[in-house]
């Protein structure tokens, strides 16, 4: 009997700690990994070494992509994905990535912000106010970015 309790014990705890490395997914891992390549293209693009910054975004969209693949219609990501496929030059399929974030959560702050700024960057400033208007409530940064960039008082860092 304590032979079968013993078995049951290390079967259960190493199903445990199975399970326990796998919610460190790999998903997860291509996401926090694109979130740090992205912060570090930005730090590129303030010192002005846009090639650095392009490379960086380019490895970010891949782990973003991969993200995508395993937990799809994750807001955040899509965001991300929007933001670095706009960044890349590609505003059709940024755009196409934001508005999918956004029928997943209208109210996301980064994607009005930075659908936002798509739509200043594409001459769509009505748009881009109606983006700002879903942030209004927020009382959050990205208001206040969005609306310096709608403005005309600061171009788009990011």
Do not use: W
Request: proline share 1%; aromatic share 8%; net charge positive.
């Amino acid at each position: 009997m304590k032979k079968i309790i013993l078995t049951l014990f290390v079967t259960l705890m190493l199903i445990g700690n199975s399970h326990a490395a796998g919610s460190s997914s790999s998903s997860s891992s291509n996401y926090d990994k694109a979130v740090k390549l992205i912060e570090s293209a930005k730090k590129y693009e303030e010192k002005e070494k846009a090639d650095k910054a392009k490379k960086n975004y380019e490895k970010a969209q891949k782990f973003l992509i991969k993200s995508n693949d395993k937990i799809p219609n994750n807001a955040d990501t899509l965001n991300y994905l929007g933001f670095t496929t706009r960044k890349l030059g590609d505003y059709e399929n940024g755009e196409k990535y934001y508005l999918q974030g956004l029928a997943i959560n209208p109210n996301h702050s980064g994607i009005n912000e930075y659908l936002g700024e798509l739509y200043v960057a594409t001459n769509r400033i009505n748009l881009a106010k109606e983006r700002l208007d879903v942030l209004k409530a927020c009382n959050c940064e990205e208001y206040n970015e969005l609306k310096e960039v709608i403005e005309g008082k600061k171009k788009s860092k990011y």
